[in-house]
């Protein structure tokens, strides 16, 4: 098959699309496997890529349609943050579904099955956005041996009460913690394009936040 003579690693225009309520809106990403870089694709705002049409989409059809080594499914995950700007580029859809251009990552994050960083291995991310968490809701964190604090971005299991123990289920490196606090102001995470990011051991994203005092 004939590749498509548009580029879709490129991002188009950018816009600040600013959504309300965002903690725990459910979405699906598309990670677009190039030689030099893996483009993101997100469906939020557009799609909250519902099961059968997520499901049934054919990643392979979409990678030969734009000549790309590959296209993975990545997702669905739930956002975190209680209002979120996002800085999104063009629009295409798959299988029904809305997605926009969102971010890049680095190529070596891409295996044989799909997107495999390693858990806890800060890798830098060309995202941009803001990132708003509620005074009085719970912002999950990461605290690392030096005692930065990466806060939760999204999470790959459905967003529930639950959450606040997710640290009896991760396999912590020696030196690492996890804490879910309940904030005593809002906290706002301004993403200006490289971003300190981490993944833990179920796939849950976090940001670098800002440095207190």
Request: without cysteine; aromatic residues 10%.
């Amino acid at each position: 098959m004939s590749g498509e003579s548009r580029d879709i690693t490129k991002s188009g225009e950018l816009r600040d699309i600013t959504i309300d309520d965002t903690r725990g809106l459910r979405y699906a990403e598309l990670a677009m496997i190039g030689p030099e870089f893996i483009t993101i694709y997100n469906s939020t705002g557009l799609s909250e890529a519902p099961p059968n049409d997520w499901d049934a989409l054919d990643t392979q059809e979409i990678a030969e349609r734009f000549q790309l080594k590959a296209v993975f499914k990545n997702g669905p995950h739930w956002w975190l943050s209680d209002r979120t700007t996002f800085r999104f580029g063009d629009e295409l859809t798959f299988g029904g579904m809305g997605f926009r251009w969102a971010a890049t990552l680095p190529a070596y994050l891409a295996g044989s099955g799909g997107l495999e960083g390693t858990p806890y291995e800060v890798f830098e991310a060309n995202k941009q956005g803001t990132f708003a968490y509620s005074k009085g809701k719970l912002a999950y964190e990461l605290i690392t041996p030096e005692g930065d604090a990466y806060v939760m971005q999204s999470s790959n299991i459905e967003v529930n009460d639950d959450m606040a123990k997710l640290g009896d289920r991760l396999q912590l490196p020696r030196g690492w913690g996890f804490r879910a606090r309940v904030l005593d102001d809002d906290l706002t995470l301004e993403l200006d394009g490289k971003v300190k990011a981490l993944e833990d051991d179920l796939k849950n994203v976090y940001n670098l936040a800002p440095a207190v005092g």
